[in-house]
């Protein structure tokens, strides 16, 4: 007997927002499938409000509000019969996030829950990495976002220890990442990651993913230490436009692309890992498997 369901995952984070639906393949004797349907994402940027003046713009609400609108009827459309909505630093340290997630509520009837950084980092780690690690390696797990950057040690197969730095691509583009802050992250890295012999980075987040497809490799192989320094200082040798224009990016990961290669590059270098894996997975790919083991609270369509 064959089932499938659809579930929805929306994130809603410093730079981006994103909604991905996926079909939940449940058939009698195998293990469950979770296949990615549909993916939409909207550069509404967030953070680029908040970490400067501490609130979400009246044009950017009406963005998000209009965006969940949109949400609502595609998950509609696709029959989803389970979705979450989850909001990460930008939305959690706007003095007025509360008051959007009530908006949305009751103009688009999605229920937004605002997570802290340790919640976001339990739920990334619950995608199913076992598929993409090896059990006998250790790795250290780097999700860059616009606001925030969760790091995880996995060993042998094992969550070992997470924490979230308020380190993120749109913070760096707006120079509100302090000295202290790197140090800090420096010394967690360091202290973890002298524990084990030799350890290799897992990368997460479309900064990664996208560096990865253009890398050209194939699904499985990683990416060298010396080939993210080669394309970090060649990116810096163009322009925004350029980037846009001879580089063939978006205009919403043209500028950010640099700073989150510099986190991918210090954690690298501070955990003296040599090799970056891309299993391109993320928030959204978390809460799909969070919703249906049932460890997070999820909402009905």
Same mark, same amino acid.
């Given at each position: 007997?064959?089932?499938i369901?659809?579930?929805?995952?929306?994130?809603i984070?410093s730079?981006?927002?994103?909604?991905?639906i996926?079909?939940?393949?449940?058939?009698?004797?195998?293990?469950v !499938?979770?296949?990615?349907? %549909?993916l939409?994402?909207?550069p509404? =940027? /967030?953070?680029? *409000?908040?970490?400067? &003046?501490n609130?979400?713009?009246k044009?950017?609400?009406?963005?998000v509000?209009?965006?969940?609108l949109?949400?609502?009827l595609?998950?509609?459309?696709?029959?989803?019969?389970?979705y979450?909505?989850?909001?990460?630093s930008?939305?959690?340290?706007?003095?007025?996030?509360?008051?959007v997630?009530?908006?949305?509520?009751?103009?688009?009837?999605?229920i937004?829950?605002i997570?802290?950084?340790?919640e976001?980092?339990a739920?990334?780690a619950?995608?199913?990495?076992?598929?993409?690690?090896?059990?006998?390696?250790?790795?250290l797990y780097?999700?860059?976002?616009?606001?925030?950057?969760?790091?995880?040690?996995?060993?042998?197969?094992? !969550?070992?220890?997470?924490? %979230?730095?308020?380190?993120?691509?749109? =913070? /760096?583009?707006? *120079?509100m990442?302090? &000295?202290?802050?790197?140090q800090?992250?420096?010394?967690?890295?360091?202290?973890?990651?002298?524990?084990?012999?030799?350890?290799?980075?897992?990368?997460?987040?479309?900064?990664?993913n996208k560096?990865?497809?253009?890398?050209?490799?194939?699904?499985?192989?990683?990416?060298?230490?010396?080939?993210?320094?080669?394309?970090?200082?060649?990116?810096?040798t163009?322009?925004?436009?350029?980037?846009?224009?001879?580089l063939?990016?978006?205009?919403?990961?043209?500028?950010?692309?640099?700073?989150?290669?510099?986190i991918?590059?210090?954690a690298?270098?501070?955990?003296?890992?040599k090799?970056?894996?891309?299993?391109?997975?993320?928030?959204a790919?978390?809460?799909?498997?969070s919703?249906?083991?049932?460890?997070?609270?999820s909402?009905?369509?």
């Amino acid at each position: 007997m064959l089932s499938i369901k659809k579930y929805a995952a929306i994130d809603i984070g410093s730079n981006a927002v994103r909604l991905l639906i996926s079909n939940i393949i449940e058939q009698k004797g195998k293990p469950v !499938q979770f296949k990615k349907n %549909s993916l939409v994402r909207v550069p509404i =940027r /967030l953070g680029a *409000d908040v970490f400067i &003046k501490n609130k979400i713009s009246k044009e950017n609400t009406q963005r998000v509000l209009d965006t969940m609108l949109a949400f609502k009827l595609l998950m509609k459309s696709h029959k989803v019969v389970k979705y979450k909505a989850c909001a990460t630093s930008a939305m959690r340290e706007s003095d007025n996030g509360k008051k959007v997630v009530d908006l949305v509520l009751k103009e688009a009837g999605i229920i937004i829950d605002i997570i802290g950084g340790e919640e976001e980092a339990a739920i990334i780690a619950a995608t199913d990495l076992n598929k993409f690690i090896n059990p006998d390696k250790t790795y250290l797990y780097v999700d860059v976002g616009g606001g925030s950057t969760e790091f995880t040690i996995i060993h042998e197969g094992n !969550q070992i220890t997470s924490r %979230s730095f308020k380190i993120g691509t749109v =913070r /760096l583009l707006n *120079d509100m990442v302090k &000295k202290e802050t790197w140090q800090e992250l420096q010394d967690w890295i360091g202290l973890h990651a002298k524990k084990y012999h030799k350890i290799d980075v897992l990368g997460s987040g479309g900064n990664i993913n996208k560096i990865f497809k253009v890398s050209g490799k194939a699904m499985g192989k990683p990416l060298s230490y010396f080939y993210m320094t080669s394309y970090y200082n060649m990116l810096q040798t163009y322009s925004y436009e350029e980037r846009i224009t001879e580089l063939d990016l978006n205009q919403d990961r043209a500028d950010v692309i640099i700073p989150a290669m510099r986190i991918y590059l210090s954690a690298m270098k501070w955990s003296g890992a040599k090799n970056i894996y891309v299993p391109k997975i993320g928030l959204a790919d978390g809460i799909i498997k969070s919703i249906y083991y049932d460890t997070v609270s999820s909402n009905t369509q």
